[in-house]
């Protein structure tokens, strides 16, 4: 019996070996670059393909690798990133096989343009932070491209925009395109009050989060002039004793929570102002969170844990449990030796 034990016990740390032995098998990407604005094949300046773990490794990079192009020997479990490059703007995709050992796809890159007559804001989201004497604005921009060009003024750079009075720099700029949001530069317009995303649109949606802040005294005069249309704006107001007051602002929601009271305005027309007044007592300085700090937390919230490098590191941490019971039970088939037999009985003589 118990030799069964030990030979079924090797046959299952076998079986597991094989199976993380076939699950390591390799597998190819195949990719087919598009031109989005003219529809036909397009070979790009380069692509790089990295693999996605506790940091990014580069596993192949080439130059003008043609419209089609592959890649082989690559994990069937880890995930990747492929950037492509096309007129000095970056392309980003992320890579799964799914358990499968090739994977098809295609990928859109698009000419340069200068014309934002086709440029939109379709969401505007305001959260002011009264606090100790500050005005903390985290301001979400959910822009929208609707032509079939990149969008990248090389002399004012792309998505022009005003701040409030009194603000006079942005604090922090963060874009988020195809998931993956990115620290960028904002350039300050020579002879005039505006200032410019340093970043290329790319057709479609494209979000946009900055911070800055304001003086504030138990009053504020908030006016943004904004370049492009907007559809919808939300206003979230914290401490919610703070009045907002404005023709064309109005509570979203019955009496202000806790924590919040929220307002929406818009649409704004181009060339269009958002203009508002906030009256009210700050909140005291020991429970403000500053701005930097909660765009810190928004940045570690957006790490993406990889499951599949967890599933491996438990894998193999059965393995090693697996195979030292299985030595355990291995040794245990050595039969101890037997007991002495009794000596034989001698019967009395009467």
């Known amino acids: ?65 043609g419209a089609e192009f592959s890649v082989a020997g690559l994990s069937k479990d880890a995930q990747y990133l492929l950037q492509v490059a096309y007129k000095g703007v970056r392309y980003n995709s ?24 086709l440029l939109r804001l379709r ?20 822009a929208l491209n609707m032509d079939k060009h990149v969008y990248a003024d090389s002399r004012n750079g792309s998505l022009r925009f005003s701040l409030p009075a009194g603000v006079g720099q942005v604090e922090s700029v963060f874009v ?13 317009l020579a002879g005039t009050p505006q200032f410019a995303l340093d970043y290329p649109l790319k057709p479609g949606p494209t979000q946009i989060q ?40 109005k509570p979203l929601q019955g009496p202000p929570a806790d924590e919040v009271a929220v307002y929406g305005a818009g649409p704004i027309s181009s060339g269009g102002d958002l203009a508002f007044i906030l009256k009210g007592e700050s909140m005291p300085a020991s429970s403000g969170v500053s701005t930097e700090e909660g765009m810190q937390a928004e940045t570690q919230s957006d790490i993406v844990e990889h499951p599949l490098a967890l599933y491996h590191y438990k894998l193999h941490l059965i393995l090693l449990m697996t195979c030292a ?17 009794p000596a034989p009985r001698t019967k009395k003589r009467k």
């Open 1 to 65: 019996m118990r030799h069964r034990s030990a030979v079924s016990c090797m046959a299952g740390v076998l079986l597991a070996m094989f199976s993380s032995a076939g699950m390591s098998e390799a597998a190819e990407l195949r990719c087919r670059v598009v031109n989005g604005t003219t529809g036909g094949p397009c070979s790009p300046d380069a692509f790089a393909l990295m693999k996605l773990a506790e940091g990014m490794e580069e596993v192949e990079s080439r130059e003008n690798p």
């Open 94 to 117: 992320t890579i799964s096989f799914s358990g499968g050992d090739r994977q098809d796809m295609e990928l859109s890159v698009y000419e340069l343009g200068h014309d934002d007559s």
């Open 210 to 249: 900055m911070s800055f802040r304001a003086p504030y005294n138990g009053s504020y005069d908030y006016r943004q002039r904004f370049e492009y249309p907007v559809e919808n704006v939300e206003i979230v107001v914290a401490p919610p004793s703070v009045v907002v007051e404005g023709a064309a602002v």
């Open 325 to 341: 019971m299985s030595l355990a039970f291995w040794f245990g088939l050595r039969e101890p030796p037997p007991p002495p037999s």
């Open 176 to 188: 988020t395109s195809t998931h993956m949001p990115t620290r960028q530069d904002v350039v300050s």
């Open 123 to 142: 969401r505007l989201s305001l959260r002011i932070t009264l606090d100790a004497g500050w005005m903390l604005v985290d301001q979400t921009i959910e």
